[in-house]
DNA sequence: CCCTGATTCGC
DNA sequence: GCGAATCAGG
């Protein structure tokens, strides 16, 4: 399909009238994408429908053209490392706001790893088991339980009341 | 992950 | 000129 009067007239028209890209593409069919709608709309000169562009921050050039699609695959987000600050697990952090709840690292101030755990300690899992910042609390235990007293708190926690307060 | 427009650049 | 690929956001 090619850029016809009336499907550039369509197009002026549908993008006054304030619709997407992708929903003009729709609408002139003949299986053109909105990227040519979008390509289109920039070289008629029409783009910035809304609000300026102002956004400034030339973004780098890309690397384009990658010769080896494996050269796309290494790049450094950044240092896992250094962002390893211990999260709350998501189990933790779904908890209802129980009255009594200290912050939590008040309580599991020992965290351990799976290493240094022992039989008397809590085996409650803080952070995201498979980062290497995976701790246990670690917080004295009754032996015949697998949490500190705080976390058998939560773990038996009855259903009813939980659902109570979740529901809240 | 869905979507949006913006941009680059091989064709 | 065209538009896929890719970007930065929402």
């Known amino acids: 399909m090619n850029w016809t009067e009336e499907r550039v007239e369509l197009l002026k028209k549908l993008w006054a009238d304030g619709l997407s890209a992708s929903q003009i593409a729709a609408e002139l069919g003949g299986g053109v994408t909105r990227n040519a709608v979008i ?3 920039h070289r008629l000169g029409l783009s910035g429908r809304v609000k300026a562009v102002a956004s400034a921050a030339p973004r780098p050039r890309k690397p384009r053209a990658p010769s080896h699609p494996s050269a796309t695959l290494y790049r450094v987000q950044g240092n896992a ?13 779904r908890m209802p706001e129980v009255a009594v709840r200290p912050r939590l690292e ?27 910042d995976f701790r246990f609390c670690g ?6 339980t697998p949490y500190c007293n705080y976390h058998s708190a939560m773990a038996y926690q009855p259903t009813t009341d939980r659902r109570r307060r979740n529901a809240a």
């Open 39 to 41: 390509g289109k709309v």
């Open 81 to 93: 490392a250094l962002a390893a600050v211990p999260a709350p697990s998501a189990e933790v952090d």
């Open 106 to 132: 008040a309580v599991s101030c020992e965290r351990v790893t799976i290493m240094d755990l022992r039989e008397c300690m809590c085996r409650w899992p803080i952070g995201d088991p498979g980062r290497d």
């Open 139 to 144: 917080t004295r235990a009754d032996p015949a």
